[in-house]
């Protein structure tokens, strides 16, 4: 009966470092999503799975960003040789359905991550 | 690069007072208004949401109207409370109908 879950909250890394940052959806839920939020912003789609099927990746902003959801629900976004801008929240939500306007995508509270 | 425009960007009201959001899009492909409340430390969740065949959608004291040949759309927030208080985000829904695209975002605070 949880709600999506992210780990950890917090993450401070040194500029260069790989990050790993985890979502686990709602049981059941066959779609999860990735979206950043800058501070003071709106969240921007990174990526969309459907099940273990990566079906949209155009919003990763380059290649040191990647996903994976191997199993279907567990999630993992991985950030490699971060920069300062990757400094923000990285929200993760799920979704019962694979789509639709009535699928609504249910959103954990996020992972801080600061880099310095 | 937004595609949805959210003005204000700050909104201050008195209890009881109405709390208006507007928000406007381009792509008239979208076929799905949500608005989400974030709170601090929170993720967004679903406040009410349209579809762009009615004009108008009340639940409680939230009201969405909608312009489709304005391409716009606006939260109306009756009786605004304390407790109202929260960042609110207007969103369409483009794509194979699971991409949210969020505006920027209006912070809302409700004196007491």
């Known amino acids: 009966g949880a709600g999506v879950s992210q780990s950890p909250r917090y993450k401070v890394a040194k500029r260069g470092q790989d990050v790993a940052l985890r979502c686990d959806p709602i049981s059941g839920h066959v779609s999860l999503f990735w979206y950043q939020q800058a501070l003071g912003q709106g969240p921007e789609f990174l990526t969309y799975f459907q099940n273990e099927a990566q079906l949209d990746k155009s919003g990763l902003p380059s290649d040191r960003f990647f996903a994976e959801r191997p199993e279907g629900s567990v999630s993992t976004l991985k950030i490699q040789r971060t920069q300062q801008e990757d400094s923000a929240v990285y929200l993760c939500?799920?979704?019962?359905?694979?789509?639709?306007?009535?699928?609504?995508?249910?959103f954990g509270a996020g992972t801080r991550l600061s880099v310095l | 690069q937004q595609q949805v425009k959210q003005s204000p960007q700050s909104l201050i009201v008195q209890k009881g007072g109405i709390s208006i959001i507007n928000c406007a899009y381009e792509n008239t492909a979208f076929d799905y208004f949500p608005w989400y409340q974030q709170f601090p430390g929170k993720g967004p969740a679903l406040l009410i949401a349209?579809?762009?065949?009615?004009s108008e959608k009340k639940e409680g004291r939230f009201t969405i109207s909608f312009n489709k040949s304005a391409k716009q759309f606006s939260l109306h927030i009756m009786d605004s409370q304390p407790g109202d208080s929260a960042t609110y985000f207007c969103a369409t829904l483009s794509g194979s109908g699971s991409r949210l695209t969020f505006g920027e975002g209006t912070q809302l605070t409700v004196n007491p």
């Open positions: 939500a799920s979704s019962l359905r694979r789509g639709g306007a009535k699928n609504i995508q249910y």
């Open positions: 349209i579809r762009p065949d009615v």
